[in-house]
């Protein structure tokens, strides 16, 4: 019992059956498929997508402990090939000898890339694993389509208000793992407000209700004070996983926000991660990447922003590089937006992935040898600074199997304007 009350109230409250989850009624209900697929036993492998908090894990290990499987957690966080070939091997091996299925659950599957998710297949195929995956990301675009077609995709749905209060009711008058022997009461009206700062999330709503409870002990009082309230949201709000969903989700909201030009919305969310521990490079680089990807050539100065500010970091370090970011992200949210330069890139990647290696055409190959000259190398290339306008009009530099191809097309936005112009007046 000791060792249980060490744990946070949100991983002592885990339901034990189907009937304890509050929520996801679509997936529970007599005639949900998660439900069906649990009773009947018939287990095949799928994805629980939903954002935080609202029961990923815990299905997962229901889903194994009702139906008599082995159930392993494997962390798409630290571990490669190598720990996913033993694993499968072990699931292999424990088929061989238990006649038992392994449920594989793989929390933030998303973070796998190609070639990890694709080293699931043959184990899915053959039913050696049941794989559940979760994950906060649309599975449309995080997971590869060939291990995708092989799994069903569940959609949770965020926690009401309603429902985050009978959880944490349930904790409050719960004795063995709860906070029932504690002795201190809270208003309805303050696991409301719990209830909404924790949008939909039970994790941290019993966190925070724990941090509330613990605070009222403190002073040895009976009832979670207002006091109590505001000192629990505040600290849990800067418990900060580095690794784990919350750092992703804080990155996107900056990210977002500076795209959406919400200049008030990108300082609240730099701050939410800084003041919380996160590594300031970490934010200073995706700052650079959004100066390419979402400012691009509307505001060149951009870029020259975000590694002057990444610079800073490097050399005064935190808390006095904070600024220099704030000036950043402040620039990047109110500049004119384009990625024209990002989708460019996208084009021009895509085309080399999917078709083969086209050569060089011989007028843009050096030729220093007189044997290259002769074979062609070199000739009919056009020097275009001998040209009005600096360029060569005539002279195809792509490969011919791409004459024509056009991936750069500037917004009007911005420093950008200038460049349409300039680019139409060319073509």
């Excluded at 004795?175 to 999330?201: F, N």
């Excluded at 000192?231 to 959406?260: P, T, V």
């Excluded at 890139?345 to 040898?369: C, F, I, W």
Aim: proline fraction near 4%.
């Amino acid at each position: 019992m000791q060792k249980l009350m060490t744990q946070p109230l949100a991983d002592r409250m885990r339901p034990r059956s189907l009937d304890e989850v509050v929520g996801q009624v679509k997936l529970l209900s007599e005639e949900g498929i998660l439900r069906q697929m649990v009773e009947s036993g018939r287990l095949s492998s799928f994805i629980l997508w939903g954002p935080p908090g609202v029961g990923k894990t815990t299905l997962a290990r229901m889903v194994a402990s009702t139906t008599d499987s082995k159930f392993v957690a494997f962390s798409a966080v630290v571990s490669g090939i190598k720990e996913i070939k033993a694993l499968m091997a072990e699931a292999e091996a424990f088929m061989n000898i238990e006649a038992r299925q392994t449920v594989l659950f793989v929390d933030e599957i998303h973070r796998f890339n190609k070639a990890q998710q694709d080293a699931f297949l043959p184990y899915v195929e053959s039913g050696v694993i049941v794989l559940v995956g979760a994950t906060t990301e649309n599975p449309s675009f995080e997971i590869n389509s060939a291990l995708l077609s092989r799994l069903k995709v569940l959609v949770l749905e965020e926690l009401s208000n309603d429902q985050l209060v009978t959880i944490m009711k349930r904790a409050l008058s719960d004795e063995g793992r709860g906070l029932g022997k504690e002795g201190v009461s809270i208003s309805d009206e303050k696991l409301s407000l719990i209830g909404t700062y924790a949008s939909g999330d039970a994790r941290t709503t019993l966190n925070t209700l724990e941090l509330a409870v613990m605070m009222a002990k403190r002073r040895k009082a009976d009832e979670v004070s207002d006091s109590d309230l505001k000192s629990a949201i505040q600290q849990s709000m800067l418990r900060y996983d580095k690794n784990g969903e919350n750092h992703f989700n804080l990155i996107s909201a900056l990210h977002k926000s500076m795209r959406n030009s919400d200049v008030d919305a990108s300082l609240y969310w730099l701050a939410r991660m800084l003041e919380a521990g996160e590594d300031p490079m970490y934010v200073a680089r995706r700052v650079v990447r959004f100066a390419s990807e979402d400012v691009g050539l509307a505001a060149p100065q951009g870029m020259t922003q975000a590694v002057a500010a990444m610079q800073a970091v490097q050399l005064i370090g935190m808390p006095e590089a904070s600024t220099a970011l704030a000036q950043a992200v402040v620039y990047l949210a109110l500049a004119p937006k384009s990625n024209a330069v990002y989708r460019a890139y996208g084009d021009a990647k895509s085309d080399v992935m999917n078709h083969e290696q086209y050569p060089v055409p011989l007028h843009l190959r050096n030729a220093p040898t007189k044997l290259m000259k002769d074979i062609g190398y070199s000739k009919g290339y056009q020097y275009a600074h001998d040209f009005e306008g600096g360029k060569a009009a005539e002279m195809n530099c792509l490969p011919d199997q791409l004459k024509g191809r056009k991936y750069y097309s500037p917004t009007v936005r911005g420093f950008e304007g200038k460049l349409k112009k300039a680019l139409d007046a060319k073509s």
